[in-house]
């Protein structure tokens, strides 16, 4: 009888430590957002209001700011121009939830002035979704089939996951810059105490480790596959 493990794959250690490290990430995002979610701002805003507070002060008037389900599934839509705060975050008068939608807004001043890496990271949304669609079945089928087209399969598929990896790194400046935009903003507005925006600060700290942790297991799944198809690629 053959037993699995002993064919098993010492490059999914690359993938384990990718996992463990967004693991960490997200853990260290929802204790701290679970903290601070339980610390109400002096103002006594909720995350609704002080977003459109702070839209109005950065002379945006075409953005709406809507409701939508889910934990901290909050995210700016540049295609309709509508800031969405989730269940945690919309009707929230907690400094985490204020700095989150703060956070958001930072996107929304982004598409504002035409921020270059968030104009960047909408062009390659398409691109990376069809790379990563498309990168391991051309990796499987180049490492399955014996042909002088392996290579090229490889290759291709290498190629594909790279657009992925790359968007994952482009978000990072995008996710900095709104964070960075947001602490700034609150602080100068008046929304929240010093102490208050301090706290805020280390929630999107935490909220931007979880980007770095998924940027870092993008390329380690990309080490993976450069060393599992080195031989191949060469041929």
């Not at 929304?108 to 949304?125: F, K, N, S, W």
């Not at 805020?200 to 942790?213: D, F, N, P, R, S």
Request: hydrophobic content about 50%.
């Amino acid at each position: 009888m053959i037993y699995p493990m002993m064919y098993f794959d010492p490059t999914y250690f690359l993938v384990i430590i990718g996992v463990i490290i967004c693991l960490i990430a997200s853990a260290k995002m929802n204790a701290t957002f679970n903290k601070y979610s339980r610390v109400r701002s002096h103002t006594g805003m909720t995350g609704r209001e002080a977003a459109e507070h702070v839209l109005r002060g950065a002379g945006i008037y075409d953005v709406k700011v809507e409701h939508v389900s889910g934990n901290l599934t909050d995210h700016y839509d540049p295609r309709s121009k509508v800031l969405r705060l989730s269940d945690a975050t919309y009707n929230s008068p907690s400094v985490a939830a204020i700095g989150v939608a703060a956070h958001e807004c930072g996107h929304a001043i982004q598409h504002a002035e035409g921020y270059a890496p968030l104009t960047l990271r909408g062009a390659l949304v398409p691109v990376a979704n069809f790379g990563s669609a498309i990168a391991w079945p051309l990796i499987l089928i180049g490492l399955l089939i014996n042909s002088s087209s392996s290579a090229l399969l490889l290759n291709l598929g290498i190629i594909a996951f790279s657009l992925a990896v790359l968007f994952q790194l482009i978000t990072l400046p995008v996710e900095f810059n709104a964070s960075r935009r947001a602490v700034r903003l609150l602080g100068s507005t008046g929304l929240l105490y010093e102490s208050e925006v301090a706290d805020t600060k280390k929630v999107l700290t935490a909220a931007a480790l979880t980007y770095v942790a998924g940027a870092a297991s993008a390329i380690l799944q990309l080490l993976r596959i450069l060393v599992l198809t080195g031989g191949r690629r060469s041929d």
